[in-house]
C-alpha cells in the first residue's frame, strides 16, 4: 500500500474502490440489506454453527427475520461477547477490519495490512471472523459484516479522527495553509478549503513528510506528540495560541506541533493527533508489526498431580463442612459495611486451618452455591445456613464438592480478588486494602477467565509453566484477560496466579514447583457438567469423611482424615477444636458443661463417643462427664424477676460473693435468692465464677439452653434482580429456540433435525 493513498483512503472521504456492490438475495420482494444478505446467504449448517457460536443471538424474544438478526450481532454488547473469544492476531484482525470498514475485499486487507502479515495467517484470521459472523465472504468476493464493528474497540488501530473532520471544527484555511509551508508541501490549486484539506491529509499520510517534521522536533514536542499517541482521547494544553507560555509549560510545544497539523484541536485546548498523521509515523500501516503467537513448552507433568488435586479438593471441601458446623447455631455477625469482621473471620480461619483469604473465599462460594445467605433483623444482620445447607450437608462429600466448583464455574464474581498478591509495583490492591467476603465485585469476565486457563491446562499433554501462563493467556483472549502493557486495573501476571490459585485450591488444577496441569475432573467441568455428573466422576477420590475418630488419653479427639458432617456438628457440642490445627479436639469442663446445658445427659454423651471412638475411653474421661453431670444443675436459676434457689450453703456464698453483691442477689429463705438481672446475666455471672447453675422452667422443670439452628432465607441482591437462580448458583438465561429452531424460524419453514453431515462457514 503506498503511504499517500493508503491512508488518505483509510481516512478520507472518498469512497474506497474495494467496496464492490454485490447482487444481493431476494427477501419478500425486494432485495436485503448488505450484512442481512451476507447471512441469508449462509447455508442452514453454517447458520446453526454461527448460531451455537453466539448464543446471546438468540436471547428471548429470538429473531424472526434475517434483518433482525443482522441488527442484533452488530450491537456493541453482542460483538464485544463475539470478539471476546477470538485470539491476539484474530483480534487485530478484527480490529483493522473495523479500520478498512466494511464492505471490503480479501485483496484490500491484504494491501492494509501490509508485508508483517503473510497470506496464510490472513485467510486462517479471516475464516476465523467468519465463523464469528464479523466478516462473511460472499460470492462476488467482497466481504460483509456488521457496520458498527469498531464500537468494541473504541477508537480502532488508535486512530483519530481524519484532517477532513477535524478541519469542520476548528481549522481555518489560514492554518491549513501555514501546515502546508511548515511541511515544505507546494499550496493545492485552486486554494479552496476543500482543496487544502485533501491537500494536508495527503501530506500527512506520506511517511517521509511526517518523519521529516518529527526529526526537527525538540525533546519537549516529541514527548508530547508521543502522549498524545498513546492516549485514548484528545490531549489537554492550556494556553496554546496565546502568545506567552510561561504559565502553561506544554502550551508552547502543542503550538509547534498544531503548526505542522501533528497535533489539531478538537474543542477548546483539547488536542488530537489526526488519522493521516498518526497512520504516517507509523510507515502508513494501521498495524506495522502483528503479534506471533508465544511458544509454549510442555514440561513434564507431576508424578502425584492426581493425588495432589484429590488431597486439595478434600481440604476444600472439609473446610466448607467446617464452616456449616461452627455456623449451625451461631451465624457470624456482620459488620457496619455488610462484611464479616476481619476478627471473627481470623479466629474461624485458624479453627479450620486455613488462611484468611481461603477463607473468604469459600465464604463466597457457598454463598453462591446457595448454601449461606445473609439474614437476621436490620441493624443485626449476620451470615448463616439456608434451610438448603441440611440436604447439602447430608449428601455425599463428592456431591458438595461438586456443587462448590459448578458455582465457581457460573458465578460472575470474582471470588479469585481474595487471593491476589500484589508483585513489586503493582496496580492491584495493598494487603490492608483485600476484598472481603460478601463484598466482591461482579466481573463479567470472571467465568471466561476460570474457562481460559483450565482449557489451557487441559490441552496440555504434560504440564505447563507457571511463568508462561500469563502471555498464553493474553495471546488466547486478550480481551478478557488484563492488559500486559498495563492498560487496566489488574495486573495480568498477579491475577492469573490468583485464578489458578483458586482452581488450585479446589482441586481443579495443580501448581507445584512452577508446574502447573490439570487437576480433579477438569475436562468434565470444561464441558459444562452438571453436578451430578461431576460428584460421579470423583466419587473415589473424594470419599465420605469417617464417622469415627480417636479418642487419646489426655481427652483430645483426633480427626485425621475429617469427620461425616454430622457426626463433627455433634462433636462440636461437647468439644472444642484445638487452636493448632483442624483435627484435633479437645473435651473439658466447659465443653461437657455446654452439652448438659443442651439437654443431653451423662449417658448420652458416652454413648456416642463410644459409638464413633475408634479406641476404648480413657476413665479419666467417664470420671470427668460423672462429675460435670453431677455438678450440673445443683444451682438452678428462674425468672421472679430471676431467682436463685440450691443447696442453702452455696447460695448464701453466692448472695455475699462480689458478683452476687453486683447482681443485687437478696436471700429470700434459707437456699433462696432473688435479683432484678436477668437470667441470662446470673447465669453468666455464676458461670464465671466456676459453678455450673441450672436454668428451669416456672414449674421447676429444667430448661435446656441449647442454641436451636438458625438458617437464614436468602434475599435477591439488587445487582440479581432480574437473572434466573439455579438451585447451586445462578445460571444465564437460556434461550427462547435451539439454534434448529431458530434456522427454521429464519427461513420460514417447519424445523428439521440436523443430520449427521455438518457444514463448513466458508473461507475467505
Known amino acids: 500500500m503506498t503511504a499517500v493513498g493508503g491512508a488518505a483512503t483509510l481516512g478520507g472521504s472518498g469512497s474506497p474502490a474495494w467496496r464492490v456492490s454485490g447482487p444481493l438475495p431476494p427477501f419478500l420482494g425486494g432485495p436485503l440489506p448488505g450484512y442481512a444478505a451476507a447471512l441469508s446467504g449462509l447455508s442452514d449448517a453454517e447458520l446453526r454453527r454461527l448460531l451455537e457460536r453466539r448464543p446471546d443471538l438468540l436471547s428471548p424474544p429470538a429473531p424472526g427475520s434475517f434483518p433482525e438478526l443482522a441488527g442484533r450481532a452488530g450491537t456493541p454488547a453482542s460483538l464485544a461477547a463475539a470478539l471476546r473469544a477470538l485470539d491476539l492476531g484474530a483480534l487485530r484482525l478484527a480490529e483493522l477490519v473495523a479500520v478498512v470498514r466494511l464492505p471490503t475485499t480479501v485483496a484490500a486487507l491484504a494491501e492494509a495490512a501490509g508485508p508483517g502479515l503473510d497470506r496464510e495467517r490472513l485467510e486462517a484470521g479471516l475464516a476465523t471472523l467468519a465463523a464469528l459472523g464479523i466478516a462473511l465472504p460472499g460470492p462476488d468476493g467482497t466481504i460483509s459484516g456488521p457496520p458498527g464493528l469498531g464500537a468494541p474497540f473504541g477508537r480502532p488501530g488508535g486512530l483519530g479522527p481524519p484532517v477532513a473532520e477535524l478541519a469542520k471544527v476548528g481549522v481555518s484555511a489560514e492554518r491549513l495553509e501555514r501546515i502546508l509551508a511548515n511541511l515544505g508541501v507546494p499550496r493545492p490549486t485552486p486554494t479552496g478549503k476543500a482543496a487544502l484539506v485533501r491537500a494536508v491529509s495527503a501530506a500527512l499520510a506520506d511517511p517521509q513528510v511526517v518523519a521529516r517534521a518529527a526529526a526537527e522536533a525538540d525533546p519537549d514536542a516529541r514527548r508530547l ?280 485450591f479446589l482441586g481443579l488444577a495443580v501448581a507445584e514447583a512452577g508446574r502447573a496441569q490439570a487437576g480433579l475432573a477438569t475436562r468434565g467441568w470444561l464441558a459444562e457438567a452438571d453436578p451430578a455428573g461431576l460428584a460421579k466422576a470423583v466419587v473415589e477420590a473424594l470419599p465420605d469423611g469417617p464417622d469415627r475418630f480417636l479418642l487419646a488419653g489426655d481427652l483430645t479427639v483426633v480427626t485425621p482424615g475429617g469427620l461425616a458432617p454430622g457426626v463433627e ?13 483442624s483435627g484435633t479436639w479437645r473435651i473439658h469442663d466447659a465443653s461437657l458443661r455446654r452439652a448438659f446445658d443442651e439437654g443431653h445427659s451423662a449417658d448420652e454423651v458416652l454413648e456416642f463417643l463410644r459409638r464413633h471412638s475408634s479406641t476404648p475411653l480413657p ?48 436471700e429470700l429463705a434459707p437456699g433462696v435468692a432473688v435479683t432484678g438481672r436477668s437470667q441470662r446475666e446470673l447465669l453468666a455471672a455464676l458461670r464465671k465464677a466456676g459453678e455450673a447453675p441450672l436454668a428451669e422452667e416456672a414449674d421447676g422443670s429444667p430448661r435446656p439452653e ?50 449427521g453431515t455438518e457444514g463448513q462457514v466458508p473461507r475467505g
Not at 478434600?314 to 456449616?324: K, M
Not at 456438628?569 to 490445627?581: H, I, N, S, V
Not at 460423672?626 to 453466692?654: F, I, N
Request: hydrophobic share 45%.
Open 619 to 666: 476413665q479419666a474421661l467417664e470420671y470427668l462427664v460423672a462429675d460435670v453431670a453431677r455438678r450440673h444443675g445443683r444451682l438452678r436459676v428462674g425468672g421472679a424477676t430471676t431467682y436463685l434457689r440450691g443447696d442453702p450453703a452455696m447460695v448464701a456464698g453466692a448472695v455475699r460473693s462480689a458478683a452476687g453483691r453486683r447482681l443485687g442477689l437478696r
Open 225 to 504: 506528540l508521543d502522549e498524545a499517541l498513546a492516549t485514548a482521547g484528545p490531549i489537554t494544553v492550556m494556553g496554546v495560541g496565546y502568545g506567552r507560555f510561561a504559565g502553561y509549560p506544554d502550551a508552547e510545544p502543542a503550538s509547534w506541533l498544531l503548526e505542522r497539523g501533528l497535533l489539531l484541536p478538537v474543542t477548546y485546548s483539547q488536542l488530537v493527533v489526526p488519522r493521516e498523521a498518526a497512520l504516517g509515523l507509523r510507515g502508513g500501516l494501521v498495524f506495522p508489526k502483528w503479534p506471533a503467537p508465544p511458544a509454549a513448552a510442555t514440561l513434564n507433568p507431576l508424578p502425584d498431580g492426581p493425588a495432589r488435586a484429590a488431597a486439595a479438593a478434600t481440604r476444600a471441601v472439609v473446610a466448607a463442612e467446617g464452616v456449616c458446623a461452627r455456623l449451625d447455631r451461631e451465624p457470624l455477625p456482620l459488620v457496619r459495611a455488610g462484611t464479616v469482621a476481619v476478627r471473627d473471620l481470623g479466629r474461624l480461619a485458624r479453627d479450620l486451618d486455613l488462611s484468611d483469604e481461603e477463607l473468604a473465599l469459600l465464604v463466597d462460594l457457598l454463598v453462591e452455591a446457595g448454601v449461606l445467605a445473609v439474614g437476621g433483623p436490620f441493624g443485626q444482620r449476620s451470615l448463616g445456613l439456608r434451610p438448603e445447607a441440611d440436604a447439602w450437608l447430608s449428601g455425599p462429600r463428592s456431591r458438595r464438592w461438586a456443587d462448590l466448583v459448578t458455582a465457581w464455574r457460573s458465578a460472575d464474581l470474582a471470588v479469585e480478588d481474595h487471593l491476589v498478591t500484589p508483585g513489586p509495583g503493582s496496580r492491584t490492591a495493598a494487603p490492608a486494602d483485600r476484598a472481603r467476603p460478601l463484598a466482591g465485585r461482579r466481573l463479567a469476565a470472571a467465568a471466561a477467565r476460570r474457562r481460559a486457563l483450565l482449557q489451557l491446562l487441559a490441552s496440555s499433554a504434560g504440564a505447563t509453566g507457571v511463568g508462561g501462563l500469563a502471555p498464553l493467556l493474553a495471546w488466547h483472549q486478550p480481551m478478557v484477560w488484563p492488559d500486559p502493557a498495563g492498560g487496566g486495573p489488574d495486573d495480568l501476571g498477579a491475577t492469573v496466579r490468583a485464578v489458578l490459585d483458586t482452581a488450585a
Open 706 to 755: 441449647g442454641a436451636r439452628p438458625v438458617r437464614h432465607v436468602q434475599r435477591a441482591a439488587p445487582d440479581r434482580l432480574g437473572r434466573a437462580a439455579a438451585a447451586n448458583g445462578h445460571a444465564a438465561a437460556r434461550p427462547e429456540l435451539d439454534p434448529v429452531t431458530a434456522v427454521a424460524r429464519l427461513r420460514g419453514r417447519r424445523p428439521v433435525q440436523p443430520t
Open 569 to 581: 456438628t455433634r462433636l462440636a457440642g461437647l468439644a472444642d477444636r484445638e487452636t493448632a490445627g
